[in-house]
């Protein structure tokens, strides 16, 4: 007899992009109405901004507060954290002072600084541990990540720190996935207990085009992230919306939604974020994702105002 099949979450990669402001929002919803009723869509979002800075406690205190019971946030970890180059203001501001920096001005990533920013991760996230509604927190790796310079041995301590929060990783450099290194790439995964992070991207020769890869390396959570089919974009274009930006034929997500379904029947949740975040292309994609996974739109009871807006 089958096993249970997993669930299956969608969502997008933000609830706040400006393209979703323009040409998916009602008009006019204000801005802190947006994230209540992104929620009446889907059960899941990823968080864009605490990439670029730790979020406030009172600010994820609000998300949870706002969400309906079942929501899942899942959080990127901050630049540094996934081994991005940032610059001093990008850390808390009682952080900044002293710490060391590059010729061009970029933060080194100590070990201090390292534990620091994740305990100030940590209590951001406290309210959305409570509520239970904090899903997975993402690593998205930089490209520079890349062997043989660098092992992911490297990130052994901040996934410890972490526990037992799940940490899921995205890997930003085709050579982990070549055939000599796949299986101690996707070990490590496993060893680690770190949700290894599929994609559905551009193929092509460039170093950051990854394969389509899927792999359960914890069995209780799976990911797949949508960043479109742009192969032009994505090697050239340096702005996010044109680097992203894809609007799915119905065949291809007729594919992903195989891929979704094939994670399910080894985790107990899979996650799926749209990431091709031009305009509208990334709620539509999800959207209609959820309807050939046979995800009807639940009905849920708006704010007021957004219900005007809507209406």
């Known amino acids: 007899m089958a096993g249970r099949r997993g669930d299956i979450l969608v969502g997008t990669s933000s609830w706040a992009d400006p393209g ?12 802190d109405e947006r994230l209540p009723w992104y929620a009446l869509h889907f059960d899941a979002v990823e968080v864009n901004a605490s990439f670029y800075a730790v979020p406030r406690e009172e600010a994820t205190a609000r998300w949870a507060d706002v969400t309906p019971p079942g929501f899942r946030f899942d959080v990127k970890l901050h630049q540094l954290l996934s081994r991005h ?10 952080l900044r002072a002293g710490v060391e920096t590059t010729a061009r001005g970029r933060v080194v990533l100590t070990p201090s600084l390292e534990g620091a920013l994740v305990e100030r991760t940590r209590a951001a996230l406290r309210p959305l541990d409570e509520a239970g509604k904090l899903g997975v927190l993402l690593l998205q790796l930089s490209p520079a990540f890349a062997p043989p310079r660098h092992a992911l041995e490297e990130l052994d301590d901040l996934v410890r720190a972490l526990a037992p929060w799940p940490v899921a990783a995205e890997l930003r450099h085709r050579a982990w996935l070549h055939d000599e290194r796949r299986a101690a790439t996707l070990d490590w995964f496993a060893d680690r207990q770190v949700a290894y992070v ?3 991207a551009p193929q092509g020769r460039a170093p950051t085009m990854m ?7 914890r069995r209780d959570v799976a990911y797949l992230r949508l960043h479109g089919r742009n192969a032009e974009g994505y090697v050239h274009s340096r702005a996010v919306a044109e680097r992203f930006a894809w609007r799915y034929a119905d065949a291809e997500l007729e594919e992903i939604r195989g891929r979704a379904e094939s994670l399910a029947e080894e985790a107990s949740v899979v996650h799926v974020m749209a990431n091709n975040n031009r305009g509208a292309d990334a709620p539509l994609a999800a959207l209609r994702l959820r309807e050939l996974l046979g995800q009807p739109l639940r009905v849920r009871t708006p704010t007021s105002s957004a219900a005007r807006s809507a209406s």
Do not use: H, Q, S
């Open 20 to 31: 979703f402001v323009a040409e998916w929002y009602p008009p006019g919803l204000p801005a």
């Open 85 to 94: 180059a940032g610059r001093p203001d990008g850390l808390p501001p009682d």
């Open 198 to 200: 599929g994609v559905d």
């Open 211 to 217: 394969p389509p890869l899927d792999a359960v390396t």
